[in-house]
C-alpha cells in the first residue's frame, strides 16, 4: 500500500497561516493526480482541493479565495497554503493520490497519519 506523509499543522489564530506539505513516493507523484482531504471532529472527510500532473487545479466552495494548492513535481512534494484561515478550517488534514472516478476523484493511495490544522477564535 502507498502511503504518503504529510506535515505543517499546527494552531494560529483565526486569519493566520499555515503551509502543509506532502510527500510522496516518485513512482506515484510522477503519474498521478493528488488532492487534499480534512476531516473536522463529527464529520465526514471531504475533500478540499486537487491538483493534476500538469498542475490543473480545483477547490471546495468553502476554501475558494484562500486555500492554493500546488506541486513540485521534482521534489516529489505538494503543498497547500492556507491564508486567512477560520476557525471551521479546523480538522485534521490528509493528502491522497487520486484518479478519476464516474463521479469525480477517487483516492487511489492509503490514507496517512495526517496533519492537524487548529484555527482559535
Known amino acids: 500500500q502507498v502511503q504518503l506523509v504529510e506535515s505543517g499543522g499546527g494552531l494560529v489564530q483565526t486569519g493566520g497561516s499555515l503551509r502543509l506539505s506532502c510527500a510522496a513516493p516518485?513512482?506515484?507523484?510522477?503519474?498521478?493526480?493528488m488532492g487534499w482531504y480534512r476531516q473536522a471532529p463529527g464529520k465526514q472527510r471531504e475533500l478540499v482541493a486537487t491538483i493534476t500532473h500538469g498542475g490543473r487545479t480545483n477547490y471546495t466552495d468553502s476554501v475558494k479565495g484562500r486555500f492554493t494548492i500546488s506541486r513540485d513535481n521534482a521534489k516529489n512534494t505538494m503543498y497547500l497554503q492556507m491564508n486567512s484561515l477560520k476557525p471551521e478550517d479546523t480538522a485534521v488534514y490528509y493528502c491522497a493520490a487520486i484518479i478519476p472516478g464516474t463521479t469525480g476523484w477517487v483516492r487511489w493511495s492509503s490514507w496517512g497519519q495526517g496533519t492537524q490544522v487548529t484555527v482559535s477564535s
Open positions: 516518485g513512482s506515484i507523484f510522477s503519474i498521478n493526480a
